[in-house]
């Protein structure tokens, strides 16, 4: 079945069974592997992306859903310069990133809180990413990395 | 890994969905969120032919206030309902019922609807609509049906929907002035939990401060998820005090053990039921804190 | 501190980059034109005789490319270090529920999985036995009835062996001093109690993958996210029949977590990649799912042991007699290691005047055990902390204040005759930690709570030891080559694996460091058994004590071929020449590093060191239970504050403070990343984490039932350092990756205790336990051709009324 949806900004059209989940399309069928599959039943927030702006488990979206939608992988992530943006600086600064297995999952979920929320507390963060495994950092420092983005873009940090 | 197959189509008016559902020759289940349908997927479970997608249909999509009544879209997601204002405002433990739901990219997809007709045992939303009054809507080839959701969902995993029904929408009366509501969830960890045992409750004083309503629902601890009128029984009349409250948490342990029967887990779920219950009573009637 | 130029400064991960921006590719993100999709065909059942397997209807199933078994392999794919009892594919038996018997290869997915369920599989099911105590018995069925067990039985000594070395005992570990038994019979206070830890799973987010193509030479290259590239690849060499030359194990630059549980299975996905690979001419891909990677791959062992601990009656602590027995589970593995480190830090970090150590392994049809982050430290200190506490408790004494009085100084001699000499800060680790978490005024605080005050708060202390790298058990040493790149860059050849502890990152500090050049002077490299050397495998914490010493060795060569070089064009003695970061002078003159480089390309002066770091030599008597099992040691101590609603028996944890004594901190937010990260897996194995099996069947085989911590679950977590250098250590660095889980879930149950007065002895501590003094036992699960089902909220099935 023919798909046709906006990826990270741009138009893009996809021929791929009607009866996969959105990760496997994203994938297997567009070639974007930075969003990881972690176990499949949306436990583990590793395939999660942006569809219309909000985070979703890709694993349980049926890929045809997505027809006519906006939907932002961690490819679409970027600064301006199409390097880092200022997040993902805060992400390597912080300490936030270890194996980087959850890290695509964590920023998009960062992302879209950010976009609803500009100046969240940390217990809204942290609800934010509640979604999101990770067995490595211990999260502390991955909040730390979005409460840093929050105060840069408010002005209050100078970025080093 | 589930390579079972199913095509895809997708309906975007009611009758559309209901002529797509009830194709001859064809098992179609109708598709909102996904959530739990993708599951069934991975699992191997996949017992449809088609699925009909249902989450662009404006009629399931609505929240909105219909004279005494929130009418509810069966395919308004649970972030949705856990933010809208009508829904915080007159029906605050649905609200955190559904807030209280998996993860947010769970409750971003995942629809009252959507739990309503898994039925599953542990469904978060369940006792809040039952205690609630909800009334369930829903089509049919045959017309227009209703039923409150308490007998709709009649056991675990299991409704009354006729084959081929699509819920429409939820009816949900405003509660009577001064009424108060609580809603309750154990988890085994502070976030994305199946609910271990649930509360969903009610309750208003009269001018002379007795209790002249209550209601009582707790969720993940009977197959059928219902009002434990002996529980309310025992607080109807009477002045809210702590011994009262605790008595009421008593029998609803034990009506939860008359429904259920003793099982492995009723050790946990009798004193843990008892505790919220009081917890949610006290909240209601304004009961000093906790100890 | 300041006295470094980068160690111990604020830095940037070196690999960081792609992670966040998506692009780095782990094994699962792999692709090779015209690769296969390999699939594994797994026991249903824990016990059986494999009376039929016949492949070849799965030859004929459209797509499938090829189907194996143990008969593919030499000597039937037979494997496994210390005890060689496992195999790539079984032969003749399976063992456990997940236990591998045939692999196929397809051109999809779809066809792979047809490939499977056509193979004809005739199992006899064998009585089976799911507990260690059952496991030991006389008439147990046995799991590994070829192997002998009179090896591992300990000459003399036997009056402390109650079970002799047969049937499924698979190992016994001791420690001895003194006459324990006679010196507790004489002491004021005795604790003697039983503990328990479950089986804990590694919940790496990356699961087991593995790409293997074949070369031109009839030979293999295995890309894989392993924790040893040449471990892989003698178990290749083994199995397959190739020679070394023609077996090429290359890591993937990027690995999704590994906590230890990426050097066993992932072998044998290896193997079976790799065989696959052989037979088809066509690269193969094996990746596995979720639920696949929690029921077949290897856990952290379930313990159970029992303490008996005496002291005076002013507290000070004389003998402990302890008996562990860790389930082992169908398969060896890294079981016998892990029972020797849980021995040698069973009693603690305390004086001891007399000491008994038994530490069991033994073999059970549950999914086996192995390598698990702290292995086998955490689960004997889950009990021995506990037991300490108790035992406090009995004197009358606060918790760390006793610990202060017992524990290891500088100077002090371990229980086995060890007499450390350096680099003991424990003592500095439980002042710093009472002093952080506010210890005492908590303590007195919370003793006052109100006796029915329903969510009540309490506060916990736990400290440990933590052996640094292998031990006595093995050859202990690194090579790292630093060589020029390309682009004017050096790059850092490792065998040791950065699998997100963040490894690269210390290596590059150290060779920045010993070579005064800027850390982006320098590249890492993923392992690659053609380029690096072996520097054995990366476990035991020992990359930075290890690696690093090999790093700076080799950077500190590197720095005077590069100050040698610069002589030459500066026409001077080497000696004579000043080195400020980059640039090099002499005599008024100077010459930037660019300039040498290029200098040294043309003349074919060698820019590259190597240099290899061997631990010093130690002995331990497996014998006798006495010796220097490790040359140094981790310290640390954390406490737990938790408030504990006792109507529901939900603990939550309110914040953990932890200082530990790594020796020296080279990378600040790696170390401290790798405390929260271990805190995180503590917390989990302390209150949450059971792999939950059920006469053998794994019946929590994904994240919805398998709970670990979200960022909800964690507290505010404080972690200081407390640096006391290691003599031989790189710029006097020790460990800090395994040791930071160890004490965490003590000091948790510590913490209920205390907030309670219900002491949780069996971990993990969940609502059941802690509000009802026991566990509870899903009595409703149903196994049917190896699926389980489970009634997740039991709530029975029947329509109500």
């Not at chain 2, 034990?254 to 259920?260: F, G, L, N, P």
């Not at chain 3, 020797?340 to 830090?345: D, E, K, Q, V, Y």
């Not at chain 3, 524990?407 to 002042?431: F, H, M, N």
Request: net charge neutral; hydrophobic share 40%.
């Amino acid at each position: 079945m023919r798909i046709q949806f906006t990826l990270n900004g741009r138009p893009t059209t996809v021929d791929a069974p009607a009866d996969i989940p959105l990760l496997h399309l994203l994938r297997d069928y567009l070639e974007l592997t930075g969003t990881k599959c972690g176990c499949e039943i949306g436990e583990c927030g590793a395939c999660s992306v942006l569809l219309d702006g909000e985070v979703v488990n890709s694993c349980l979206v049926p890929a045809p859903q997505v027809e006519g939608r906006d939907v932002v992988t961690i490819e679409g992530i970027r600064g301006p310069d199409g390097g880092p943006s200022d997040l993902q600086e805060a992400f390597i600064e912080a300490g936030a990133v270890q194996c980087g297995f959850c890290t695509p999952g964590m920023i998009l979920a960062a992302t879209a809180l950010l976009a609803k929320h500009p100046q969240p507390s940390r217990p809204q963060i942290i609800e934010a990413l509640s979604g999101n495994l990770c067995r490595c950092t211990g999260y502390q420092q991955i909040v730390d990395a979005i409460e840093l983005t929050v105060r840069r873009r408010a002005g209050k940090e100078v970025q080093a | 890994m589930s390579t079972q197959h199913y095509e895809f189509v997708r309906a975007r008016t009611c009758a559309e969905a209901l002529a797509l559902l009830n194709e001859a020759g064809r098992v179609s289940r109708p598709l909102a969120g996904g959530t739990d349908l993708m599951v069934q997927r991975h699992k191997g479970q996949v017992v449809w032919e088609r699925l009909v997608d249902v989450s662009q249909i404006p009629e399931l999509r609505v929240i909105r206030e219909e004279g005494d009544a929130i009418i509810i879209g069966a395919g308004v997601t649970h972030s949705e309902a856990a933010q809208h204002p009508l829904i915080r405002q007159h029906l605050p433990a649905l609200a955190e019922a559904c807030h209280s739901v998996g993860s947010p990219q769970i409750r971003n997809r995942g629809t009252i609807g959507g739990n309503v007709a898994n039925a599953a045992a542990c469904a978060d939303t369940l006792p809040a609509l039952i205690c609630l009054g909800a009334t369930a809507r829903f089509i049919t080839p045959a017309g227009e049906q209703e039923l409150p959701v308490g007998r709709l969902v009649t056991g675990v995993n299991r409704t009354a929907l006729p084959a081929g029904a699509l819920i429409r929408d939820f009816r949900i009366p405003k509660p009577p002035a001064g009424a108060r509501q609580a809603f309750i969830k154990i988890g085994r960890r502070q976030a994305q939990s199946i609910s271990r045992l649930s509360l969903a409750a009610l309750g208003r004083l009269d001018a002379a401060g007795k209790v002249a309503e209550v209601r009582l629902t707790p969720g993940a601890c009977t197959s059928r998820t219902q009002r434990f009128d002996q529980a309310e029984a025992i607080l109807l009349g009477q002045a809210p005090s702590e011994e009262l409250v605790r008595q009421a948490g008593q029998a609803a342990a034990a009506q939860m053990v008359a429904i259920a029967g003793r099982r492995w887990s009723t050790a946990y779920k009798e004193p843990a039921l008892a505790a919220i219950v009081e917890r949610a009573l006290r909240r209601i009637f304004d009961l000093p804190g906790e100890k | 501190m300041s006295t470094f130029k980068v160690l111990g400064k604020p830095a940037r991960r070196v690999d960081a980059v792609e992670k966040v921006l998506g692009t780095a590719r782990y094994t699962v993100d792999l692709k090779m034109p015209g690769m296969l999709v390999a699939k594994i065909l797994r026991s249903p059942v824990p016990h059986a005789e494999i009376v039929k397997l016949d492949v070849t209807p799965a030859l004929k199933v459209p797509g499938v490319a090829a189907a194996i078994t143990s008969e593919d392999y030499v000597d039937h794919s037979n494997w496994g270090f210390p005890v060689k009892d496992d195999y790539m594919l079984a032969y003749q038996r399976v063992r456990y529920v997940g236990d591998p018997i045939a692999a196929v290869a397809a051109e999809t997915e779809e066809a792979a999985e047809a490939g499977l369920k056509a193979i004809v599989l005739e199992l006899k099911e064998l009585p089976a036995v799911f507990d260690t105590q059952a496991a030991l018995r006389p008439d147990a069925p046995l799991l590994h009835p070829e192997l002998s067990q009179a090896e591992s039985e300990p000459a003399g000594d036997s009056e402390f062996i109650e079970v002799k070395a047969k049937g499924n005992l698979s190992d016994h570990l001791i420690v001895r001093q003194g006459d324990p038994l006679a010196a507790l019979a004489g002491c004021d206070v005795v604790i003697d109690e039983r503990y328990s830890v479950s089986h804990q799973e590694h919940a790496y987010l990356e699961t087991e993958a593995a790409l293997a193509v074949p070369t031109p030479d009839g030979g293999v290259t295995v890309y894989i996210g392993d924790q040893s590239p040449f471990i892989t690849q003698g178990n290749l060499v083994t199995t397959l029949g190739l020679p070394a030359e023609k077996v090429r194990v290359v890591q993937t630059r990027y690995i999704g977590g590994a906590f230890g549980g990426k050097s066993d299975m992932i072998y044998e996905c290896a193997g079976q990649a790799a065989k696959l690979a052989l037979v088809t001419g066509r690269p193969v891909k094996l990746t596995t799912s979720r639920e696949e990677s929690m029921i077949a791959s290897y856990k952290r062992d379930a313990m159970v042991s029992h303490f008996r601990i005496g002291a005076d009656r002013d507290g000070t602590i004389r003998a402990c007699k302890v008996e562990a027995w860790a389930d082992s589970g169908a398969y060896a593995s890294m079981t016998p290691f892990t029972s020797w480190r849980a021995a040698i830090h069973a009693m603690g970090p305390y004086r001891y005047n007399a000491c008994a150590v038994d530490v069991y392994g033994v073999y059970t049809n549950n999914g086996y055990s192995g390598a698990f982050r702290g292995f086998g430290n955490p689960e004997v200190t889950a009990g021995s902390e506990q037991a300490i506490d108790e035992l406090a408790e009995k004197c009358g004494m606060d918790p760390l204040e006793f610990r202060l009085k017992n524990c290891i100084k500088l100077g002090d001699t371990l229980p086995y005759g060890q007499k450390l000499e350096e680099s003991v800060g424990l003592e500095a680790c439980l002042r710093r930690v009472r002093e952080l978490s506010d210890w005492d005024r908590k303590r007195a605080e919370y003793a006052r709570q109100p006796a029915g005050r329903e969510r009540r708060r309490g506060i916990g202390v736990a400290c440990f030891f933590h052996g640094c790298s292998l031990g006595a058990e093995g050859v202990d040493d690194a090579t790292h080559i630093i060589r020029l790149g390309p682009a004017n860059r050096f790059q850092i050849i490792s065998g040791l694996t950065d699998y997100g502890q963040g490894s690269r990152t210390v290596f590059a500090l150290i060779a920045a460091e010993a070579s005064g050049l800027p850390l982006e002077r320098f590249e890492w490299s993923a392992g690659d058994t053609d380029v690096s050397k072996d520097c054995g495998p990366t476990v035991a914490s020992r990359s930075t004590l290890l690696g690093g010493n090999a790093t700076r060795l080799a950077a500190e060569r590197l720095r005077q071929q590069i100050v040698n070089a610069a002589a030459l064009l500066l026409r001077c003695d080497a000696g004579a020449v000043q080195q400020d970061g980059e640039t090099f002078s002499a005599g008024g003159r100077s010459v930037a590093l660019d300039e040498i480089i290029n200098f040294a390309r043309e003349m074919n002066v060698p820019l590259s060191a190597s240099a290899r770091w061997q631990m010093p030599k130690i002995h331990w008597s497996f014998t006798e239970g006495r010796g220097v099992p490790y040359v140094a040691y981790h310290f640390g101590a954390q406490v737990a504050e938790v408030e504990v609603d006792t109507r529901t028996g939900k603990t939550r944890v309110l914040h953990i403070w932890a200082v530990h004594d790594i020796g020296r901190v080279v990378f600040p937010e790696g170390a401290k990343g790798q405390v929260i990260g271990g805190i995180a897996q503590g917390l989990g194995y302390g209150l949450l984490e059971r792999v939950e099996f059920q006469n053998g069947y794994n019946t929590n085989p994904n994240f919805d039932t398998y709970l670990i911590p979200t960022a909800a679950d964690m507290p505010a977590v404080t972690v200081e350092f407390v640096e006391n250098p290691l003599s031989f250590g790189p710029y006097g660095a020790k460990n800090v990756a395994e040791p930071s889980l160890v004490p965490t879930a003590p000091a948790i149950a510590n913490a209920i205790y205390h907030a309670t007065g219900r002491r949780v002895r069996h971990m993990p501590a969940n609502l059941e336990r802690v509000l009802l003094g026991r566990d509870l036992v899903d009595s409703v699960v149903t196994y049917q051709d190896g699926v389980c089902e489970r009634a997740r909220c039991d709530v029975g099935g029947a329509a109500d009324t």
